[in-house]
């Protein structure tokens, strides 16, 4: 109970809501760096996954690409770019686009290879080119699991953006950080609870996009 | 070379005592979670109905960010190891419990069938046949769960110097020494590669039945694969 406490004593200080250390303003430099860094492993990752996945080639070099970006410590690797390349944005998002990276590219091939073959022969025997099989007929189907490694990758970079904060710039890490060092462990339990909030929104979000954005007849369940 | 590996004094550990540390805190709570996950992978072959809520629950646990996990938990178990290993256990869970489910599942019926046939009570049916079919899906889930884990480690830095190899780099911000944020980076980035393929190693000596490697043409891994977005789905 100790917690909750320090929850609404965090959620009833004065000024939290306003102003360049509230929680708006927190919230959306937290958003902005997540989205920007979903939307460059997205740009990476997403052609090469549905190229490889439709040849079906190349799953071995990708296996060992996705170990090696998991096996980069993203902690460190924030600190060694900010140390050699200084101050700016560049240490902040590589870190978080080779931690998203492994996820949309391996469930992307995996989800476009194992698309069943029987619908794809019937396009090919339509008359289908490769790019229209690959967008009319494989996208479609391997579309849930795409969107699982998208969410993957999502709320990964969401809990992962928290330590930008470790390098001077914002986002809702900046009250773990600041009160750590403040010894202020209402602000900590306070930036805590708004993170894991709102990785569980995204969480939630990606849920919402795949009842949306999935076909119907692909829908599993 | 030598700066690399000159570690300050502040730090309390040889650079080979970061890597024991490092490694202790990083593969303890795989063990755990493997420990965990395999009664309850079981539970949930068992009963059916079981498994969607176990899955949600790991995958939100999951989802809850490292440093936040540790900084809820420093009000009970402190500024200790322990509270960098409980997240790290608790997300384990979240690859080993689908890839174990997944791995007793594929078990043929006409295997499980067999073995009844042959006499063989549940738990020795689960010991002697469920378990090593299940060996190479298993396998998968640990490997995903020890390379993340040991890049997670870093992190326990910013609570009170928990962070093995993590602590390197702190003080390669506040002594101006980024050579120690290299060799925290790559010696990190090495021990889970070296994990990763020790653990293909341990797959392949318990399972000498898998296609070998050279004649592996045609056919893609048997199971190793086919795990692979069950996995990543669940997270």
């Known amino acids: ?221 | 070379m030598d700066e690399f590996f000159r570690m300050p004094s502040d730090l309390q550990h040889s650079y080979l005592g970061l890597v024991g540390w490092h490694l202790e805190e990083a593969l303890v709570p795989v063990l755990a979670g493997l420990l965990l996950s395999l009664p309850l992978a079981q539970l949930c072959v068992r009963f059916p109905r079981l498994y969607p809520p176990v899955l949600w629950t790991t995958t939100v646990l999951y989802a809850v960010p490292s440093l936040a996990f540790f900084v809820l938990l420093i009000d009970w178990t402190g500024q200790s190891e322990v509270t960098v290993m409980i997240p790290l256990a608790l997300y384990s869970l979240v690859v080993l419990v689908p890839a174990i489910v997944d791995g007793v599942r594929s078990v043929p019926e006409e295997t499980h069938a067999a073995a009844t046939a042959m006499g063989f009570g549940p738990l020795r049916r689960y010991l002697q046949v469920e378990l090593p079919i299940a060996v190479p899906a298993v396998f998968a889930g640990l490997r995903v769960a020890t390379v993340s884990s040991i890049s997670l480690v870093s992190v326990g830095a910013l609570i009170g110097n928990q962070g093995a190899l993590g602590n390197l780099l702190a003080d390669a911000m506040s002594y101006h020494r980024p050579e120690l944020a290299v060799t925290s980076v790559a010696t990190t980035a090495l021990l889970a590669v070296a994990a990763d393929a020790l653990l293909v190693l341990c797959r392949r000596l318990l399972t000498p039945w898998s296609p070998d490697r050279r004649r592996r043409t045609a056919a893609p891994r048997p199971a190793a694969v086919p795990a692979a977005p069950a996995v990543e789905e669940a997270r």
């Open chain 1, 1 to 221: 109970m100790n917690l909750l406490h320090f929850v609404t004593d965090f959620f009833g200080r004065s000024g939290q809501w306003h102003g360049y250390d509230g929680i708006p303003q927190r919230l959306a430099e937290h958003l902005e760096y997540s989205l920007l860094a979903l939307l460059l492993a997205a740009a990476v990752a997403l052609p090469v996954g549905l190229v490889t996945g439709h040849t079906g080639r190349g799953g071995n070099a990708l296996a060992m690409l996705a170990t090696a970006g998991r096996a980069l410590p993203s902690f460190g690797l924030l600190v060694l770019l900010f140390t050699v390349m200084g101050l700016g944005l560049a240490p902040v998002m590589i870190p978080l686009v080779v931690l998203a990276v492994p996820p949309i590219l391996v469930t992307t091939y995996e989800a476009v290879r194992s698309v069943d073959r029987a619908p794809v022969d019937a396009a090919r025997g339509m008359g289908m080119g490769p790019a229209r099989v690959l967008f009319q007929v494989e996208l479609p189907v391997a579309l849930p699991l795409i969107l699982s490694g998208l969410r993957s990758a999502a709320v990964q970079i969401v809990s992962t953006a928290t330590i930008a904060a470790y390098v001077s710039f914002g986002g809702l890490g900046r009250y773990i950080i600041d009160g750590l060092y403040q010894r202020d462990y209402t602000k900590v339990v306070g930036g805590a609870v708004l993170v894991a909030a709102l990785a569980l929104a995204t969480l939630g979000l990606f849920r919402l996009a795949a009842r949306f954005a999935v076909s119907p007849g692909v829908r599993r369940s």
